[in-house]
């Protein structure tokens, strides 16, 4: 694989760590007007991205068996994109449906996360061991492609915790942030299909 | 080699544990006579006498008191932010239906209670180890008229809407150890506490005065409710209104004379409390207003 696309993958691969820990930031005060900052609030929400994420990583490894490409791992950012978005646009009326159904805010707070967010984190789980695949290229060095791997997009998702919540949160509206993380995969996505494309032409 | 290693940042971290378990088994700090401290699903509670007052507050360095109770004389209120959110019963002198959002030591409910032995009083508590200390320490109790909810205050009041459970007198006194939760200063909160009132029903919150939100709170109440009326001291403000239309100073001061002998024994003035109520004004017209999508309180207030 050409170094420039080595690069696309780690980006894509820090990006989608980002994204994830920026949405669960988020998801905790979405659903704090219906569910309330309780412990077990965002205990719901970290078992549903956790369990999201975990899925994610073994469909994404299987998915990998398939001549996989940088072309396709921008459509699994893209994917996890598109699947935010009925958070923006439907998400209140689905938090409060949510909220009249189950009166166990506990319960209450797992269902209405899983709605929200398992999809979405689902497939952004996929991008890592996918990712791996791609960079892969030598049995003896794939401990050390993963690891630089884990790397980029653990530190991703550092820098999307701090970045949401110390700072995005004092600059914009909820759903303009969501906006923002989906515009940019979006816009990460479209780029490593150029760039896939370009190389493959070269 | 690799092997002496091993051993040596084993030693290592074994000293580290062994550290953490000694630091944490600190005995509690003896000058300010610690009764009790917790480590709650929520914050640290601190529980202490101090010059013949018996306190709760939250963490050991935090600056403010929760809440405090004189041993000698139990009635008397302590704290000015409690006598002034009591004062709102000169906006209503005979409340027959309370909700208090946020228990602490228990004080105002209990004075409610003694003031009117037969209401039914609703407290929406999130954190059960502040109930708990209530009781142990501050002569809390609850029963079937006094009823205490393991819930966070915003879902109470949405779960009552929902089961169109109505208000003439709800107290917001909600405080973490920074400051009044995210979620419960926004203009949807607030619609929320405007419904499950009663026609006539009054609102009373304890916020601070020197909050760097100060303003942006008048901004989200007064868009919710319109003009208010505020108490306020150098520490806190207390927000006043009542729904149907702000009442007259004078009919306030009527009331804040009939009830003068019955608060009395709680230490409470009209001469001086009504000194310190005023109408709300002087934030300017373009300050935001808290939304559930814009309400990075916290940070705003670490400004």
Redesign the interface.
């Known amino acids: 694989m050409a170094q420039f696309n080595k690069v696309f993958v780690f980006t894509l691969a820090g990006w989608s760590g980002f994204f994830v820990m920026a949405v669960e930031l988020l998801s905790g005060r979405i659903l704090a007007p219906d569910f309330g900052n309780s412990i077990y609030v965002w205990g719901g929400v970290i078992t549903v991205f956790m369990l999201a994420l975990s899925v994610g990583y073994l469909i994404g490894g299987h998915l990998s068996l398939y001549s996989p490409t940088l072309r396709r791992l921008g459509y699994l950012l893209l994917a996890s994109a598109v699947a935010t978005l009925p958070v923006v646009f439907w998400g209140n009326s689905l938090l409060e449906s949510v909220f009249e159904q189950v009166h166990d805010p506990r319960y209450g707070s797992l269902l209405a996360s899983s709605v929200l967010f398992f999809l979405p984190m689902a497939i952004a789980g996929m991008v890592s061991p996918y990712a791996v695949r791609l960079l892969v290229t030598q049995l003896h060095a794939s401990g050390k492609s993963a690891g630089s791997l884990y790397f980029v997009s653990t530190l991703g998702s550092a820098v999307g915790t701090i970045s949401t919540s110390f700072y995005l949160v004092l600059l914009f509206e909820i759903n303009q942030i969501f906006m923002g993380l989906i515009v940019v995969s979006a816009l990460l996505s479209v780029a490593a299909v150029a760039v896939s494309k370009w190389s493959d032409e070269k | 080699m690799k092997n002496k290693l091993g051993w040596v940042f084993f030693a290592g971290a074994l000293l580290l544990v062994l550290a953490g378990a000694l630091l944490m088994n600190k005995r509690p700090s003896a000058e300010l006579n610690e009764l009790y401290s917790a480590k709650s ?2 914050r640290n509670i601190v529980v202490y006498e101090d010059k013949g007052l018996r306190c709760m507050k939250f963490g050991r360095h935090a600056v403010g008191r929760q809440s405090c109770m004189q041993l000698a004389k139990q009635d008397e209120l302590v704290f000015d932010c409690i006598k002034m959110m009591m004062a709102g019963l000169y906006f209503n002198p005979a409340p027959q239906r309370v909700l208090i959002i946020g228990l602490g030591g228990g004080t105002l409910p209990s004075v409610l209670r003694k003031l009117f032995p037969y209401i039914q009083i609703d407290v929406a508590e ?1 954190d059960p180890a502040i109930t708990e200390m209530a009781k142990r320490f501050f002569y809390f109790s609850s029963d079937e008229r006094l009823r205490v909810f393991e ?5 109470f009041v ?2 009552a809407l ?1 089961q169109k459970i109505k208000y003439d007198f709800v107290v917001l006194d909600a405080f973490d150890h920074e400051y009044i ?3 419960l200063l ?1 203009k ?2 607030l619609q929320e506490v405007r419904d499950v009132l009663t026609r006539n029903g009054v609102f009373v919150a304890n916020t601070l005065s020197r909050s760097a939100l100060h303003n942006f709170e008048s901004a989200t109440y007064y868009s919710v409710f319109g003009n208010f009326y505020r108490m306020k001291n150098a520490d806190n403000r207390v927000i006043m209104l009542r729904m149907g239309g702000l009442p007259p100073m004078s009919e306030i001061a009527q009331n804040a004379t009939h009830l003068e002998a019955r608060l009395r024994p709680f230490a409470m003035s009209k001469e001086a409390l009504l000194p310190l109520l005023a109408i709300e004004s002087g934030w300017a017209p373009y300050t935001s207003v808290l ?4 309400s ?1 309180s916290n ?2 207030n670490a400004q």
């Open positions: 699903l929520y999130i819930q966070d205050g915003r879902v949405k779960r929902q939760p995210e979620h926004t949807e909160f939304t559930d999508q814009y990075p940070l705003l």
